[in-house]
C-alpha cells in the first residue's frame, strides 16, 4: 500500500519568512496530492492540491511542486502571518480517492 | 450548512459499550470516506463507500466496527465492545462529481473510559 513521509515535524519561521514542507510517496499509482491545514480542535481543510499531470501549482501565497520521477511532493508558504500557524498533512492518493496521510508539520509563524 | 456534518460531536463511553456515529455529506456526493485520527496524527482511511457499496475496508477496521450508508446518503459508523484503544476523532469526508477534493466534517471524539 501506499506510505507517505512527511518533513519536518515542526517548524518555527518568522513572520514574513517562508516555509516548505516536504513530503515522499511510495506507489507509483497515486495521482492526486492534497495539502491539509489542520487548526487545533478542527477538521482538516483543503488548501491546495495538485494532480500527477501537473508540476506546480500556485495559489496567492501558497505553492506546491510534485515530481514523479523522485515521488515527492512539497508545499511552499510565501510571506508567512501568524495565522498560517497549524499543522499541516500531506496526503497521497489514486483514482479512488483512498487518502493515505503523512503524520503532519507543525508550523509556528512568530512575529 | 451545505458542508459535512457529523453527529454526536463527542462521546465518552465505558469500556465494552457500543457506540454509532452519523455522518451526513455534502448533498450529491457519491463518495463517503471514514478516517480516525489520533492525537499527533494524521488521518488514517478507515473505509469508503461509492453510493451505497462499502468498496474498501482498512485492515484497522476490526470485526467490532461496521459501517453502512443505506440509501447513499448518510452513513453510521458502529463500534461494538469498545475498548480504550478506540478512543480517537472520528473524521467523516466525502466528494462527488468526478472531483478528488475531499471536504471534511467536524468529527466525532470518542473516548473510552
Known amino acids: 500500500g501506499e506510505n507517505v513521509e512527511q518533513h519536518p515535524s515542526t517548524l518555527s519561521v518568522q513572520e514574513g519568512d517562508s516555509a516548505v514542507i516536504k513530503c515522499t510517496y511510495s506507489?507509483?499509482?497515486?495521482?492526486?496530492f492534497p495539502w491539509y491545514k489542520q487548526e487545533l480542535g478542527k477538521r482538516p481543510q483543503l488548501i491546495i492540491d495538485?494532480?500527477?499531470?501537473?508540476g506546480e501549482k500556485k495559489d496567492q501565497r501558497i505553492a506546491v511542486t510534485l515530481n514523479k520521477t523522485a515521488k515527492h511532493f512539497s508545499l511552499h508558504i510565501t510571506e508567512t502571518q501568524p495565522e498560517d500557524s497549524a499543522v499541516y498533512f500531506c496526503?497521497?492518493?489514486?483514482?479512488?480517492?483512498?487518502?493515505?496521510f503523512g503524520a503532519g508539520t507543525q508550523v509556528v509563524v512568530t512575529p | 450548512d451545505t458542508g459535512v456534518s457529523q453527529d454526536p460531536r463527542h462521546k465518552i463511553t465505558k469500556r465494552g459499550q457500543n457506540v454509532t456515529f452519523r455522518c451526513d455529506p455534502i448533498s450529491e456526493h457519491n463518495r463517503l470516506y471514514w478516517y480516525r485520527q489520533t492525537l499527533g496524527q494524521g488521518p488514517e482511511f478507515l473505509t469508503y463507500f461509492q453510493n451505497e457499496a462499502q468498496l474498501e475496508k482498512s485492515r484497522l477496521l476490526s470485526d467490532r466496527f461496521s459501517a453502512e450508508r443505506p440509501k447513499g446518503s448518510f452513513s453510521t459508523l458502529e463500534i461494538q465492545r469498545t475498548e480504550q484503544g478506540d478512543s480517537a476523532m472520528y473524521l467523516c469526508?466525502?466528494?462527488?462529481?468526478?472531483?478528488?477534493?475531499?471536504?471534511f466534517g467536524p468529527g466525532t471524539r470518542l473516548t473510552v473510559t
Open positions: 496526503a497521497a492518493s489514486d483514482s479512488w480517492g483512498k487518502l493515505q
Open positions: 469526508a466525502s466528494t462527488g462529481g468526478g472531483s478528488y477534493e475531499q471536504y
Open positions: 495538485i494532480r500527477s499531470n501537473v
Open positions: 506507489d507509483s499509482a497515486s495521482n492526486y
